[in-house]
């Protein structure tokens, strides 16, 4: 189970990673607003791969201790921990010298969503629903 | 009377002339300067500051400072806090976008020197002294200086509450000659 759960979560993570570089690089372009000294391609790739892998832990204990329920729970407490990581780049204090912070929260915040949207996108091809 | 026109036209131009070499030298500002602000609950940037900086370390006396900073240009390094700061409720930039300080006298001070005049700042216009030094550089040269001042004496943010009252500015102005 958390073999195939790992790999869901390396795979969804790093989807979730390369779906952030291009939407930074997009939002850069677009807003003229560039973060990449605290928000790297490495740093973001990092991240995505994180929470795709903590989940694939969270999942694989939730399964485990929650038996039918334990997917409900998971789903629930992974939407939960995305919303509440939000706080983290809205308090977030950036070096003085990058212009325009009001503008980070915008960049980040999708992506704080990416893990889980790939997650439950690539679910079905790794773990089947009980 | 008109024997002594002319001989009084040449002192006059010759003290004229002569004045303009004692007359203190003026500074250009440079990128790279910095304007900080430090207390134990904000701290943040003034990226915009401009000015007229006159003053020779031989005769400081005769130096004058003119130099404003543009409220709107203030930086915690976060969106929200910046916002803040630019409310009414502090800084109120719609109403008061510039910090300014025109100085009034200047003197040596100890290793360095110190120069006081009238700080406008959220429409309160105090005198403030300042104390900084001025290093030479091969390319001119670099004002610092630090001061502290108390928020509330120019109505900014209420009194009391979390953020202490003194705020202490770091300043570093380097300078080209003009």
């Not at chain 1, 390396?10 to 979730?16: F, K, M, P, W, Y």
């Amino acid at each position: 189970m958390f073999k195939k759960s790992l790999a869901l979560g390396i795979v969804s993570g790093l989807l979730a990673g390369i779906a952030g570089v291009i939407y930074a690089h997009l939002y850069y372009t677009i807003n003229e607003a560039d973060f990449s000294r605290v928000a790297s391609t490495i740093n973001i790739l990092a991240a995505s791969l994180f929470g795709g892998v903590l989940a694939a832990i969270g999942y694989t204990l939730a399964d485990k201790w929650l038996k039918t329920r334990g997917e409900i729970v998971f789903n629930l407490v992974f939407t939960l921990i995305s919303f509440i990581s939000l706080l983290g780049p809205i308090a977030v204090r950036l070096p003085r010298n990058i212009d325009t912070p009001e503008l980070f929260p915008g960049m980040v915040i999708p992506m704080h969503f990416f893990p889980a949207l790939a997650w439950f996108t690539l679910k079905p091809l790794f773990v089947r629903s009980k | 009377m008109n024997k002594l026109l002319y001989p009084i036209a040449a002192v006059l131009i010759l003290a004229a002339s002569a004045f303009t070499f004692m007359t203190a030298r003026g500074w250009q500002i440079t990128d790279g300067y910095s304007i900080t602000f430090t207390n134990d609950e904000a701290s943040g940037i003034f990226k915009d500051f401009k000015g007229t900086l006159v003053f020779d370390e031989q005769n400081p006396g005769a130096g004058k400072f003119d130099v404003v900073i543009d409220v709107t240009s203030i930086n915690t390094g976060n969106g929200l806090q910046n916002k803040h700061a630019k409310s009414d409720e502090w800084f109120d930039a719609a109403k008061y976008p510039q910090i300014r300080f025109v100085s009034r006298s200047m003197a040596r001070a100890g290793n360095g020197y110190q120069v006081t005049g009238d700080l406008d700042m959220h429409g309160v216009k105090k005198a403030t002294t300042i104390p900084f030094i001025f290093k030479r550089t091969a390319q001119g040269g670099v004002f610092t200086g630090s001061f502290t001042v108390n928020r509330s004496d120019f109505g900014i943010g209420k009194p009391g509450g979390e953020v202490p009252e003194p705020v202490k500015l770091d300043i570093s102005v380097p300078v080209t000659k003009l």
